[in-house]
């Protein structure tokens, strides 16, 4: 019997969002279940909140109280252990440079989940480059002259491309999942991501494009307008 191939699908990531690390961490048993090559893409979610006019959940003290609260029972219902980073927001861009210098290596996935476990499962603080070198060490990939790489200019062109990328496909929010164009945001999305692969979940696109070409009926004002 012929072996179906694995189907690609891009994950674009943050590793400030405490969801893309609970989509991480189920990330290779869903790969494996469902046939699912990831292609990660590192992103900096600051950047598609500003070029989509939003902001982020942590950005308003209800919905920053509420997201941990949240975030805490999904953890729980998913059996991993949370404990969350020193400080949040904060700055992930060398964590995400650190990710895309092994980006298209056979541990990427692995040290994705690394990096991401460090600062949600255990607390560690990804700002730190003695935790990036250590994390990337334990996966069993080079870490001797991380800061110098870092801070290459093509790494650092690497992560502004794949985030314009992120924009113009429409992705404004993290994780996101894209399969043949078409975007599932949220690790709580990956069901629908599974149900899509399977052909139980049709391509709802056309429907929804339906509703969404008929005029605005109303729109709140903006602030300071």
Not at 4 to 18: H, N, T
Request: net charge neutral; aromatic share 8%; charged share 25%.
């Amino acid at each position: 019997m012929a072996v179906m191939a694995a189907r690609e699908i891009r994950f674009y990531l943050d590793l400030v969002s405490p969801y893309t690390w609970l989509a991480l961490m189920r990330a290779e048993e869903f790969g494996r279940k469902h046939g699912v090559q990831w292609d990660l893409r590192p992103v900096v979610y600051a950047a598609l909140l500003d070029a989509h006019g939003l902001v982020g959940p942590v950005e308003t003290e209800a919905k920053r109280r509420y997201t941990f609260e949240d975030v805490a029972r999904c953890a729980r219902r998913q059996g991993v252990a949370l404990k969350g980073p020193p400080a949040h927001p904060f700055r992930s861009v060398e964590a995400l440079r650190t990710l895309l210098l092994f980006r298209e290596g056979p541990e990427a996935l692995a040290l994705a989940r690394a990096l991401a476990d460090a600062c949600w499962g255990k607390g560690r603080d990804l700002t730190d480059l003695g935790v990036l070198e250590e994390t990337v060490a334990a996966v069993g990939l080079p870490a001797q002259d991380l800061a110098t790489h870092l801070n290459e200019p093509a790494v650092k062109e690497a992560l502004r491309t794949q985030t314009s990328e992120a924009i113009a496909l429409g992705v404004f929010g993290v994780p996101s999942f894209v399969l043949e164009g078409e975007i599932f945001w949220g690790h709580d999305r990956m069901d629908h991501l599974a149900e899509r692969l399977s052909g139980e979940l049709p391509d709802t696109r056309t429907a929804a494009a339906a509703i969404v070409s008929r005029p605005r009926g109303a729109d709140r004002p903006r602030r300071g307008a």
